[in-house]
């Protein structure tokens, strides 16, 4: 029998570390499990002891990296295979591998026979610790001989308390380019000292894992001088994973440092200080960010007695678990949550609408994680967040250039603020029925339109989606640094709905509103860039550029945090950073928040908003990571197989993204003769990205439509639950909770599905396979043409042939009866021929693909009636299928023109 594992572990076959670190160590453990005191000899035979040997070298690079297992710990299981203590050797990578599998080392730190065997090896001694101590890791970055490293380790061990909420272990590295590499690879980080001094280049072979760390390149470090390393690591760590905490040993004296290195640091310390300063100022900061004020204070507060009179019946519990009726409804939820409802706001409490205390404090730490200036916790959705954000900031007849497909509440809230769309258009994907996101080419003509007609002044915002449902992300930094050239005090309201979770890994978070505000506000107020601004206004052919003195960077943006974050249902985040804040926005910030806050907040909802930050502080690096990973695996999954592959196709980057705004040149994320392929590149330079944990299924070989095929096969055959469909796709989506497992269900799902179309197709008459085959051929080939926005009607235009439509007023118009009339889809087009112009008096929004189709005062066009009849969804907001369309009468907008003349 051939006992070696089959598959060859190299890292290029990997499209992360935390997956080549996995295998290589099951990879261990399977060789070394083979074998029984009987058949030690075995391990002699060259084969097995080149696979254990390859193993050893792969783990002595990789496990530098970490305090658990760490390096020490490799080398001496390598030491006992040396000198043949076998039995020991196998149990105790079957141990090690058992406690990486499940983590249980990072939740059980209890003495077990296993732990006690490996606290001897390694010369520890904690076997009082608590069984619920939370652990971390930190990383020293000083270049110490290996005596010096001995005696730091032991007076850290010394000087930790089993009694300690926390506790860590130390990683020690000697130079920046390891330090970084430890900071991509483990998550595990939370804390990092940094001596002054420190060498700049790794004296470790990489070449085994340079796949998993190309996108270090892109990193520039100015400073190469020992002396200044120090500190620009600790930037390039604020850059990286800036929720980490920050320490810095320094040699010199408080007022030789600049102030950038006070700024970057939590505190800073000298070489002469007691390690118990630092000891105790990391748990400090640990406690810091673990502290959720609102969550713990609605704990305490549902612990205290307390008489109710006043609102609420249920407040705890006592209309519930005193009904003879409603049992099952208490038992279902189980005390604490009826104990946490109240509607007090005092008492330990806070008030959402004025916050003053817990809630104060709790939205601090999230403006802190989310890297914003000002958050605010909003309980009813993300569709309220944006309706609040454009009551605050736009006002009647202002100009808002504004993504046609994004969601409808952005539409709504341009008729509550009065304000006036200017819509633009995305690339289409006809082929998918999808639409991608705005060419900032659109953009940028919009606004040239505008100022051609003398409008540019009345432009008061750009409002796009990022990423969009399909999971096409902008490169913010790109757009807004274009469109400040020409609008430099432009607002900007970018809808991350979908995206809340991208702030914490690097390489999706330079594609955030928040990360891209700071750093376009550094920029524009450095001396580098004036120098170059002024240097620009004196060249012969000067470029536009935005000017240093007129910019003002105003960046909101809207996230449903419940989407992709830990957070309850409608729980949801405005995030700003906008340097007028204080002066132009902040009254009618707060006065608009309050029109849409209710008085009576969800509790729960708010209590996981903190909570969830808390998460994401700790574990969001490492959650957001794993998301990809498990997105990569089933795309993997769907793309190698054979039988999947008859009926189903992943949508790759070259499917939702043209070539022209891909100069990276990137196709896909796997290819099956190549393997993975890095999307660095691509998110530092493209126009567009596609967000890889949003899955798009092409099934239209299935010959059954999107929405047929999320009901009848995934949903009512085996519980699989997803959100959109298009008419011949399907969307999964992977999130910080999906685990192997739920890919595994899936991909199993799928193949099911493939058998029973297999079984189904096998079992046709001849007529039912050409029905089939008509079917396939339509959601293959016979695809309705994606329409653009057609034009609001003139006496809807703000200005005649200009961009702009009077929206707000079209929509009220209709709430006089005798104005609008129905019209059937079939009837349109008779009507469009005999020279009417049908003018739509309501939204009509398709569900999919979810955004408007028609808006008040738009005009039918003949592509958006041929995609209108085309359309075999069920569900169209806006449209009755008994009565029609509803519709100004020709008599209503002949007498609106006659007036709009008179005036």
């Not at 998918?432 to 940028?444: D, N, Q, R, T």
């Given at each position: ?6 598959k ?11 997956q080549f670190r ?11 499990c083979?074998?029984d005191?009987k058949n ?5 035979e ?5 696979k254990?040997?390859?193993?050893f070298k792969t783990l002595n ?31 105790t ?7 990486l ?5 990072r ?7 296993t ?6 090896m390694?010369?520890e ?11 971390f ?8 001989h290996?005596?010096?490293q001995?005696?730091?380790?032991d007076?850290f061990?010394?000087?930790k308390?089993?009694?300690?909420q ?7 590295l ?8 430890a900071l991509l ?7 990092c000292?940094?001596?002054s ?7 470790n072979?990489?070449?085994?894992i340079s ?18 390393l120090?500190h620009?690591l ?5 850059s990286?994973?800036p929720?980490?905490?920050l ?8 007022s030789q440092?600049?102030?950038?290195t006070?700024?970057c ?12 300063e630092?000891?105790l100022?990391?748990l400090h ?41 409603l ?7 189980g005390r604490?949550i009826f104990?946490?409802?109240t509607s ?7 008030s ?8 104060k ?11 914003s ?17 454009l009551?605050a900031?736009?006002?009647?007849d202002?100009l808002?250039?504004?993504?046609r ?6 539409h709504?809230?341009l ?11 995305s690339?289409?994907v ?18 040239e339109?505008l100022k051609?007609?003398g ?5 008061k915002m750009?409002l796009?989606t ?33 995206f ?5 890994t ?5 594609r955030t509103a928040?990360y ?11 001396n ?7 240097e ?9 550029m935005?000017?240093p003195d ?5 960046v909101y943006?809207?996230?449903?945090t ?7 249902r ?7 950073y ?15 928040y309050k ?7 969800n ?17 969001g690096y490492?959650m957001?990571?794993?998301?990809i990973?498990?997105?990569?695996v089933?795309?993997l ?5 054979p ?5 189903f196709?992943?949508l ?7 070539a ?8 896909e994320?796997?290819?099956?003769s ?7 590149e ?6 567009f ?11 239209g070989?299935?010959?059954v ?11 009512d055959?085996f519980?699989i ?18 685990t ?13 599905i493939a058998d ?9 008459s ?7 085959e ?16 057609s ?9 005649p042939n ?9 929509y009220?118009?209709?709430?006089d ?14 009507a469009?021929e ?5 003018v739509s008096?309501?939204f009509?929004?398709p ?7 028609l ?7 003949k ?8 359309l ?5 907001h ?11 009468t020709?008599?209503?907008m002949?007498?609106r023109k ?6």
């Open positions: 029998m051939d006992l070696l594992p089959k060859q572990f190299k890292a290029k076959n990997y499209f992360n570390i935390a996995s295998d290589t160590w099951n990879n261990l453990k399977l060789v070394s083979h074998f005191h030690f000899e075995k391990l002699k060259e084969e097995f002891r080149a254990i040997f390859d193993s690079i990789i496990e530098r990296y970490f305090a658990y297992p760490g390096l020490a710990f490799v080398k001496r299981i390598e030491d006992m295979y040396q000198h043949g203590e076998y039995g020991n050797f196998t149990h990578v079957s141990e090690v591998v058992r406690s599998v499940s983590q249980s080392y939740t059980n730190r209890k003495a077990t026979e732990e006690e065997s490996r606290r001897k390694l010369k001694d904690d076997s009082n610790k608590p069984k619920n101590q939370n652990y890791e930190v990383l020293f970055v000083d270049d110490l290996d005596e010096d001995e005696i730091l380790l007076k061990k010394a000087i308390n089993s009694k300690e926390f506790t860590y272990d130390v990683i020690l000697s130079n920046l380019e390891d330090a970084l590499i690879f483990n998550s595990n980080i939370q804390a000292v940094i001596r001094g420190i060498e700049y280049n790794s004296t072979d990489l070449s085994e796949s998993f760390i190309g996108g270090l390149q892109a990193i520039k470090i100015k400073e190469k001088t020992k002396m200044d120090g620009s600790g930037e390039v760590i604020k990286l994973r929720e980490l905490d320490f810095y040993i320094a040699d010199m004296a408080v440092l600049d102030h950038k006070l700024d640091f939590n505190r800073i310390f000298y070489r002469t200080e007691d390690i118990q630092i000891h100022s990391i900061s640990i406690k810091e960010r673990y502290n959720t004020p609102f969550f713990s204070a609605l704990m305490d507060y549902s612990k205290k007695p307390t008489g109710v009179f006043h609102a609420m019946p249920i407040s705890r519990g006592n209309s519930i678990f005193r009904s003879q009726w049992q099952d409804f208490g038992e279902f939820y604490n104990l946490a409802e007090a706001t005092t008492g330990g409490l806070d959402l609408l004025q916050p003053t205390g817990p809630l404090k709790a939205q601090e730490l999230a403006s802190q994680a989310y890297g200036k000002q958050t605010f916790f909003v309980t009813n959705g993300t569709s309220t967040a944006n309706k609040i954000v009551q900031l736009v006002e009647p202002d808002v250039l504004i993504d497909d994004c969601h409808k509440s952005h709504y809230g008729v509550l603020s009065g304000a006036m769309p200017v819509y633009l258009d690339y289409p006809p082929e998918f029925s999808m639409y991608g996101a705005v060419p900032l080419s659109e953009i940028k003509k919009k606004l339109a051609k007609a409008r540019l002044d009345k432009v750009l796009l990022n990423c969009t449902f399909d999971g096409i992300v902008y490169n913010v930094i790109k757009v807004m640094s274009e469109i400040l050239k020409i609008k430099p005090d432009l607002i900007f309201l970018w809808d991350e709905a979908w809340a979770f991208a702030g914490f690097p390489i999706y978070k330079q928040m891209a505000a700071r750093f376009l506000a550094k920029k524009y107020k450095s580098s860039y004036r120098k170059k601004y002024n620009n206004l004196k060249s012969e052919n000067p470029k536009l935005v000017d007129l910019v003002k960077i105003r943006a809207t996230q449903s419940h989407k992709t974050l830990s957070s309850l409608q729980g949801s985040m405005i995030h700003i906008d340097e007028s804040f204080k002066r132009k926005a902040e009254d009618s910030f707060h006065e608009a029109t849409h806050t209710s008085t009576s907040p509790y729960q909802i708010l209590a996981s908003l903190d909570a969830g930050r808390r998460q994401v502080q700790f574990e490492e957001v990571e794993k998301a990973e498990m997105a990569m089933l795309r999954k769907i793309v190698t197989n039988q999947l592959r008859k009926y196709e992943v790759s980057v070259k499917n939702n993204i043209p022209e705004y891909r100069k990276s040149g990137i196709t994320y796997y290819n099956q190549t393997g993975w392929v890095r999307m660095e691509a998110w530092h330079k493209d126009e990205v596609l967000d890889p944990t949003k899955i798009n299924l092409f099934i070989k299935t010959g439509d999107g929405d047929t095929f999320k009901n009848k096969f995934l949903m055959q519980g639950q997803i959100n959109k469909t298009s008419r011949n796709t399907v969307l999964f989506m992977t999130n910080i909770g999906t192997r497992s739920s890919v595994a269900y899936l991909v199993s799902v799928l193949l099911k029973q179309l297999d079984e189904q197709k096998a079992a046709m001849t007529a039912e396979l050409k029905i089939m008509r079917n396939v051929h339509s959601l293959t080939k016979e695809t309705p043409p994606l329409p653009d926005f034009r609001f009607h003139s006496t809807f235009q703000a200005v200009v961009p702009g439509g009077r929206i707000r007023e079209a009220f118009m209709a709430y009866e005798t104005k609008y009339e129905y019209i059937r889809r079939g009837e349109c087009k008779a469009m005999s020279g009417r112009e049908i008096a309501s009509v929004i569900y999919p693909p979810g955004f408007p189709i808006v008040p005062g738009q005009v039918l066009s592509d958006i009636l041929e995609f209108f009849i085309k075999d969804v069920t569900e169209i806006g449209y009755r299928d008994e009565l029609g369309i509803r519709v100004f020709e008599e209503a002949a007498e006659k007036q709009l003349i008179k005036n």
